[in-house]
């Protein structure tokens, strides 16, 4: 399988078998698919071999080729609603034979690397009880029929764990609405909100507690033993400074990330922190500006808010500080940046 990367940090992966079943539910002709995989120089038995496994950017790239193919701007999210637990093996039959969503959803949590090791699912109760679900790289684009897709998936989960009359209390979308709002709402049988802080559903404080239609506490502890056999994560962060890179990914999206928070996940002081990272030729105040400026840059190449609320979210208090630290990530100002999305031409690269 080819890769477009020959950084020596690890590349983040999927298995293969996600891309084959959103193949089988595109019914593409033969042809078709063929043409989409060697776009990307695969070959359709590339995708078939046991745990074989396939570069997360190449992925997303591909299901909006998809999507574009068959002229169904939805189909990440009504494909979501044809999807059962086998799609992801252990972590979709422990989620729907947990006895309550309070279980399920960190199960999920903990259990989404069998799948692939470039998103994260986090559960918060704040501002009231949700699963938030992201990409932990902004670099990775275009993103909107994966995420669209993954919180459907989600939901198709909880229905079949409480059962048919189940409906979340809202969802929400980073992106930009695409397509007509009663479909998404038809989906997810709630309100559904588009350019917020995150992408989320959110549920009601009874349906967190409430019990599964068929809970099988065997069922569950038979598969917990699989993904803990799993757990030696053959792709694991290989660099100190990439873990660093991964914690600011699940950290809140709104304001400047907080040291504290980074040095409470890895449990360890400041100076230390600071030594492991000047040994790789870095600094937590360097990856935690690009963290910044990487959301940022999503947020102009994805969203239509204006560059003041992008600087805002990314906790600049002005547009010419936030103007002056785009440029000198990314050599480039903001309006040239998302002047570039805007004209369907690659935008530049990111400096590293």
């Not at 902004?138 to 909880?158: A, C, H, I, K, N």
């Not at 304001?255 to 492991?276: D, E, F, H, I, N």
């Not at 999503?298 to 979210?313: F, H």
Request: aromatic share 8%; with cysteine.
């Amino acid at each position: 399988m080819s890769t477009e990367n020959t950084d020596p940090q690890r590349i983040p992966l999927i298995q293969s078998k996600i891309l084959n079943g959103i193949l089988n539910g595109a019914q593409l002709p033969d042809a078709t698919v063929d043409s989409l995989l060697a776009s990307e120089g695969l070959r359709r038995g590339d995708l078939r071999e046991a745990q074989s496994t396939l570069p997360f950017a190449v992925y997303l790239r591909l299901f909006d080729r998809i999507a574009g193919a068959i002229g169904r701007d939805s189909f990440g999210l009504e494909l979501s609603a044809a999807m059962g637990p086998e799609l992801v093996g252990a972590a979709g039959y422990i989620f729907v034979a947990s006895p309550d969503l309070n279980h399920a959803v960190p199960a999920l949590s903990s259990s989404v690397f069998t799948i692939q090791d470039a998103t994260a699912f986090e559960v918060s109760t704040d501002p009231s009880a949700h699963v938030r679900y992201r990409i932990t790289d902004d670099e990775m684009t275009p993103r909107r029929q994966d995420v669209e897709f993954s919180l459907g998936y989600v939901d198709r989960l909880v229905r079949m764990l409480l059962g048919p009359a189940y409906a979340p209390l809202e969802v929400w979308f980073e992106h930009p609405r695409r397509d007509r709002l009663g479909r998404h709402e038809a989906v997810f049988r709630c309100p559904v909100f588009f350019e917020q802080e995150m992408n989320a559903i959110f549920f009601r404080d009874e349906d967190m507690i409430r019990r599964g239609t068929r809970p099988d506490p065997n069922l569950v502890a038979l598969m917990q033993h699989y993904v803990q056999l799993l757990d030696n994560r053959s792709h694991a962060i290989t660099t100190f400074s990439e873990e660093v890179r991964q914690i600011l990914a699940t950290l809140p999206e709104s304001g400047v990330p907080g040291l504290g928070s980074v040095l409470k996940q890895l449990g360890m002081s400041s100076a230390t922190l600071g030594r492991r990272l000047a040994a790789e030729g870095t600094s937590f105040r360097d990856l935690a500006r690009r963290h910044r400026i990487d959301r940022a840059a999503r947020l102009l190449g994805e969203t239509r808010l204006s560059i003041l609320e992008v600087a805002a979210r990314c906790g600049y208090a002005e547009t010419a500080s936030f103007s002056r630290a785009f440029r000198e990530v990314t050599g480039t100002s903001p309006r040239a940046y998302r002047a570039e999305v805007a004209g369907q031409v690659a935008p530049l690269p990111l400096r590293r």
